[in-house]
């Protein structure tokens, strides 16, 4: 089995493929936990994405044991990278473009990842990656509320409640929600503008809880990082 890597900040996510089907999947794994979770499975080949931790020890210690590749922008990709600042391009980003033109080739993608920050990225039917857009995510915006003015409470995990607000907390709520769900709506039609037959993929931890809200017609691939990681240690394995 190839095994895909996703680091977040103190968490991460492990997909084991065979091929590519994802046939198994491992969550909220503490990042010194990886090297254990490894050795419980038959994995030879490794992929990792890590967009702001070092892993240079943990690719020392999984390189005695594995294959390992860690993601950067000058790693051989399926996708052309058609961006100014690839040094600076997050590989969640790299991994979800890749993953959208593994699922959907021959259509153009928006790729719109719900996680601490919102992300939009455009992959065209012919493999180039063009850029996109980033936002502030959900809890973002709360603490951000919270912290920079005096009186607005820090609210967390919050659930839908109808329009309007009758107090603070509800009208911050639909604030964030409902704004949020807007400009993803708005972002939608604008980045349709650019491209004909756009297909939109939303991922990310937060997409399945905007999925259900949107008008437009979408595909919610929750581990497109994770295939997209898998399609490119595919391509890297056949060149």
């Not at 993953?99 to 959907?104: E, I, N, P, R, T």
């Not at 993608?109 to 995510?137: H, N, Q």
Request: glycine share 8%; net charge negative; charged share 20%.
């Amino acid at each position: 089995m190839n095994a895909a890597i996703d680091i977040g900040n103190t968490r991460c996510k492990i997909g084991f493929f065979e091929n590519d089907s994802l046939i198994k999947l491992k969550t909220d794994i503490a990042i010194d936990a990886i090297v254990a979770t490894l050795k419980s499975e038959e994995v030879s080949d490794i992929i990792i994405s890590s967009v702001g931790k070092d892993v240079s020890n943990l690719e020392k210690e999984l390189l005695e044991r594995y294959k390992v590749l860690i993601l950067t922008h000058l790693v051989s990709l399926p996708i052309v990278l058609d961006y100014v600042s690839k040094d600076t391009l997050g590989t969640d980003r790299i991994a979800a473009a890749a993953g959208a033109f593994h699922l959907y080739s021959g259509k153009n993608c928006l790729v719109i990842d719900v996680g601490s920050c919102i992300t939009y990225d455009i992959i065209t039917s012919d493999g180039y990656y063009k850029g996109g857009a980033i936002s502030p995510g959900v809890e973002m915006k709360l603490k951000s509320m919270h912290t920079f003015t005096a009186r607005l409470p820090l609210l967390e995990h919050p659930e839908w409640v109808d329009l309007p607000g009758k107090d603070t907390k509800t009208s911050m709520i639909n604030g964030v929600l409902h704004g949020t769900l807007a400009e993803i709506e708005g972002m939608i039609e604008r980045f349709s503008g650019l491209l004909p037959d756009l297909q939109v993929i939303m991922c990310g931890g937060g997409s399945n809880f905007f999925e259900s809200n949107i008008k437009h017609h979408i595909f919610v691939r929750s581990e497109l990082v994770l295939i997209g990681l898998n399609s490119i240690l595919r391509h890297n394995e056949r060149n």
